[in-house]
């Protein structure tokens, strides 16, 4: 473990080299921080880069304390706050014939038609947690595809055309992209806003062009989304994800 300090306040992180080529800082939902470095990066170099990103280091274990101290309230009783589309809806749980998922106004409603199965507050919370995250999951692939289809339809012009859009539930990337062509969305990219799904999206399909973050890369980016730094501020402090 390594210690670096900034200001009268200390980071401690971890160091894992790996065969890639640009640096990138995890931040855990413990709090715990992870620098995945090339093999050639000296400790200097890396040290450099987390002193570089520490407001933004900071400011990431700050939200995600007030989160923890949030979800004491448990966010799957009625109460409880959840996001969608950059959106945040208190979520309503009640017994009802038809066991559903929604949104209305304010609102997340869960209505469920087994209430009673349940035994115990936990079962009927991994109940309510399993058919929220179910829900999130169907929304995804619906918005993401809807958000992607002008963007693809745009970028053909570079001769970049995806053989697929996946979603699935990650811990540490926004998106990737595979060797046959594939791009894989997180399923929480469905909670923030409509531009961060689109900043991303645009991101990955100008890996498409150029495979590295070089002025190339980010010139390109800047002429599709003028604004994509703002919409990465904004996703960084929504998803705790490499950056």
Known sequence: MKQLLYGTLTINYEIIRAKRSKLGIIINQGGHITVKAPKEASEEQIAKRVKKRAPWIFKQQTLLNATRENTAVLPYISGGAHWYLGKEYILHVKESKKTSVNFKEHLFHVE?????????????????????????????????????????????????EPSAIYVQKMEKKWAISTPNGKIILNIDLIKTPRQCIEYVIRHEL??????????????????????????????????????
Request: proline share 3%; net charge positive.
């Open 112 to 160: 469920l038609s087994n209430m009673n199965n349940y035994t115990s507050p936990e079962q009927r919370q991994q109940y309510v947690e399993q058919l929220i995250n179910d829900w999130y999951k169907e929304r995804a692939k619906i918005k993401f595809a809807e958000f992607a289809e002008p963007i693809l339809l745009h970028f053909k012009k570079y001769n970049v």
């Open 206 to 243: 100008c890996h498409f062009v150029y495979k590295r973050h070089t002025s190339l890369f980010f010139n390109l980016l800047t002429s599709e989304m003028p604004d994509w730094k703002e919409w990465k501020k904004k996703l960084e402090e929504i998803l705790f994800c490499e950056t």
